[in-house]
């Protein structure tokens, strides 16, 4: 059993936010495991990123990339409340252990605002080679239509929904979406919407939150910017969340696991058992 039965929709990797480093040498099948960077420094720039809340790609040229003489990191929030993406540039990875990756709300001044789309395609052959093949050609077109605003990037998670796509600054996640198709999510964006086919969520929710807010989306229409999310719990357990509109209308999305078929997580792995989360019950709620 492959992937493609599985829901998309609460599937995107949840990461509070996202820190993208250049890096065109090898990458390794983890970027802490020792190959892109050396152990001490693995180790550092680990614990950094993660007292932070911030999760660490790499990032390349799609193509065959010269080394530059000095990297190019983007850092983003992706939360439609309060959500930016900066872009500047370091001599060396260790500079970025003396960064205050702390996230707030109004972007922090490190860099330059990135206000238009940012394309990051999965294309992490050593750790999925389906990510590659896959991946390689949508970020080789993306290219040719958005230019410097395309990269490959290390394993984003859901190899198995390659190709993977994010979006900075949104952190909007797809998959199984064709070059052609990752056009539109990328035009759709520039625009201040949201692209569905193929959307997995946003990276700032939770799974629950993420398939709430693709099931409202599907039914009314809103910008990038309109809706917000809160978890909702039951028992002390996810259950569902509450999508605000900022129009004053909200819905609570009443969310349930399904167990699915066993199916390989990645290419060439052994079966797992997956469990989706997927919306049963959006209620449309009277007054604020």
Request: charged share 25%; glycine share 12%.
């Amino acid at each position: 059993m492959s992937a493609v039965d599985e829901p998309l929709p609460g599937t995107a990797s949840q990461t509070a936010g996202w820190l993208c480093l250049e890096h065109p040498g090898a990458w390794g099948r983890d970027v802490f495991g020792g190959e892109a960077f050396d152990p001490d420094l693995s180790e550092a720039l680990q614990r950094h990123t993660e007292a932070a809340g911030v999760r660490l790609l790499l990032i390349r040229r799609p193509g065959r990339a010269a080394w530059p003489a000095r990297r190019t990191v983007l850092f983003g929030r992706p939360d439609p409340a309060g959500g930016w993406c900066e872009r500047f540039d370091v001599a060396d990875p260790a500079d970025l252990l003396d960064l205050d990756l702390t996230l707030t709300a109004a972007s922090p001044g490190i860099g330059t605002p990135v206000s238009d789309p940012v394309a990051l395609v999965c294309a992490h052959g050593k750790r999925d080679l389906c990510c590659a093949v896959l991946g390689r050609p949508v970020a080789a077109t993306l290219a040719d239509r958005f230019g410097d605003a395309v990269w490959e990037c290390s394993h984003t998670g859901g190899h198995r929904f390659a190709p993977s796509l994010i979006l900075l600054p949104t952190g909007l996640t797809y998959g199984r979406l064709g070059p052609e198709a990752s056009v539109e999510a990328v035009l759709a964006a520039g625009r201040g919407e949201v692209y569905l086919p193929g959307l997995r969520g946003r990276s700032c929710w939770s799974p629950d939150g993420q398939v709430a807010e693709i099931a409202v989306r599907e039914r009314v229409s809103a910008s990038d910017a309109d809706l917000t999310v809160e978890d909702l719990l039951v028992g002390g357990r996810e259950a569902g969340a509450l999508v605000r509109h900022r129009d004053g209308r909200s819905w609570a999305v009443e969310t349930t696991r399904v167990e699915l078929e066993a199916r390989p997580p990645s290419c060439g792995a052994l079966a797992k058992s997956v469990t989706a989360v997927v919306a049963a019950a959006v209620t449309e709620r009277a007054g604020p």
